[in-house]
């Protein structure tokens, strides 16, 4: 008994279209069907019945057949012809062996001929060059994303896709293993990734000693195998493969993934901390100060708790973004590190707009906001520099966030022996320790910090905690008819 999936040099693929596969990769997608079948019944955890054996044994017969059909088809010469598969005896006692080369005069040599196809099979099939295993196809899916984004010989297209793109490279180095980068995509089933996911997952907490983090897995390893099988299935390469969220359950994996999440107000600065961090930060202004010099990362800090702007956007604030009439600061633009010059740009968009300007958005400026911003100014002009900058050095350059500010605020944690992090935590505090007790809408608070109001709740609002109290008050308030509710009963 055969069993042969289709008998044309076609396939169909997920959404039913026809997909045109030549003799080769119709006889492997077959394969692939068939050791499906067979996995899946052999881990069904039945006992098996004699039809089940009977069938699982001609499922057998019919890989081995097809297996040496394929291997025949591609273990030939550049010229077409044949390799040749001989026996010969090998070794003092003078053993036979089957024995064949590959190409670049390798030999391989098994003690039956079933067992040379095999390797020869998974050579081919995987270790061998092909334009269709799955490294190839990342390859070719990161060029078509270049051009889609216009990078191209002339042009590098903007930091930020170039610094995407190099995260992409990045992850598909760290998840996807030189074995799984070689395998032909046709073999590749959603049986065959869980596998897969599962042993990495496991690889990692034995490399890194820590669960890999539930986002990472999400938006990092299944945004490549995404990318991959996006692209096989627009340009045809990957028929089987059916991208359904169905069979690839998060759930499945969060026994070994690191779900926890620190709570927002652990990750902010809290009131406390952030006047030790301005206290320290207004000591060394002052004595910059007496010797005649600008204080600049304490006056960046300063800002930024009194805005909340990104530290990005900060080392990009240009002296026509300050209206001092009207009061406000227009943010629309920030600095970013090139990942592969290392070259820090200037672009004329925020992080939230994602590489489209929107021409940013409007803070207010509060009065020590406003003297921060003169004091700036002031010292630039006294001390005859020219620069665009609110924030620069005696050169008039722009302060670059990661290498100087960041590292200055970092420092500043460790000698205060507060948890060290970033200017994310003066955002989250700016906008629960001081928007939300000032009664700012949470549409509004979205606005000024510069992203989403579903960002804000779930992200840098914290949780009253004192909800219960309060409406305990208040239900009993209106419970006893001193509130609005019924009358007291008589």
């Known amino acids: 008994m055969i069993f042969v999936f289709t008998d044309m040099v076609t ?72 390799r040749k598969i001989e026996q010969k005896e090998y070794g003092r006692n003078k053993e036979l062996v089957w024995v064949t080369y590959l190409p670049g005069q390798k030999r391989i040599k098994c003690t039956t001929l079933g067992k040379l196809y095999d390797k020869l099979f998974e050579y081919y099939s995987i270790g061998g060059e092909s334009c269709e295993t799955i490294g190839s196809v990342f390859k070719a899916a990161i060029k078509q994303k270049k051009l889609m984004k216009g990078i191209n010989e002339s042009c590098k297209g903007s930091v930020s896709v170039q610094n995407t793109i190099k995260r992409n490279m990045q992850d598909f180095n760290r998840f996807v293993s030189p074995e799984l980068a070689k395998t032909k995509i046709l073999l590749v089933t959603p049986l065959f990734i869980k596998e897969y996911t599962i042993k990495m997952l496991n690889e990692v907490i034995k490399k890194e000693g820590k669960k890999l983090k539930k986002k ?33 359950k998060n759930s499945d994996y969060y026994a070994l993934l690191d779900s926890s999440k620190k709570k927002a107000e ?18 060394r202004i002052d004595k910059a100060e007496k010797e005649g010099k600008f204080y600049t990362d304490g006056y960046m800090l300063k800002l930024s708790r009194r805005s909340g702007m990104r530290v990005a956007e900060i080392s990009s604030l240009m002296k026509c973004d300050l209206n001092f009439e009207y009061k406000f600061i227009h943010v629309h633009s920030q600095q970013l590190k090139n990942k592969d010059t290392l070259v820090y740009e200037y672009v004329d968009y925020t992080k939230n707009e994602r590489g489209v300007s929107d021409d940013g958005r409007l803070i207010p400026m509060l009065p020590e906001t406003e003297r921060i911003l003169r004091k700036a100014l002031e010292w ?54 001081v928007m939300i007790p000032a009664g700012i809408p949470v549409t509004d608070r979205a606005k000024i910090l510069g992203h989403s109001p579903e960002i804000n709740l779930k992200n840098y609002s914290f949780e009253d905690r004192s909800y219960c109290s309060k409406s305990a008050e208040k239900l009993q308030l209106f419970l006893s008819g001193d509130g609005c509710g019924r009358s007291k009963e008589k």
């Not at 026809?18 to 039945?46: P, Q, T, W």
């Not at 945004?223 to 028929?239: K, Q, V, W």
């Not at 924030?391 to 500010?405: H, V």
């Open 266 to 283: 652990k990750k902010a600065f809290s009131p406390d901390e952030m006047d030790k961090i301005e206290n320290e930060a207004d000591f």
């Open 11 to 82: 396939a169909t693929n997920a959404f039913g279209r026809i997909i045109n596969l030549n003799d080769e990769n119709k006889i492997l997608f077959n394969i692939k069907k068939i050791e499906e079948c067979v996995r899946n019944l052999r881990l069904s955890g039945n006992m098996l019945s004699d039809d089940d054996v009977v069938l699982l044994d001609n499922m057998n017969k019919t890989l081995r057949t097809l297996k040496k059909e394929y291997v025949d088809k591609l273990h030939v010469t550049e010229a077409g012809i044949p």
């Open 216 to 248: 990472a897995f999400i938006n990092n390893y299944k945004g490549i195998l995404n990318l991959i099988f996006d692209y096989a299935e627009e340009h045809d390469i990957c028929p089987n493969f059916i991208r359904n969220p169905n069979k690839f």
């Open 380 to 433: 630039q002009e006294q001390n005859g520099i020219e620069s665009e900058w609110v924030f620069c050095d005696e050169n008039g350059d722009w302060i670059k966030n990661d290498s100087q500010y960041m590292q200055f605020l970092k420092r500043l944690c460790r000698k205060l022996k507060i948890p060290i992090t970033n200017n994310h935590a003066i955002r989250m505090y700016f906008n629960s320790y």
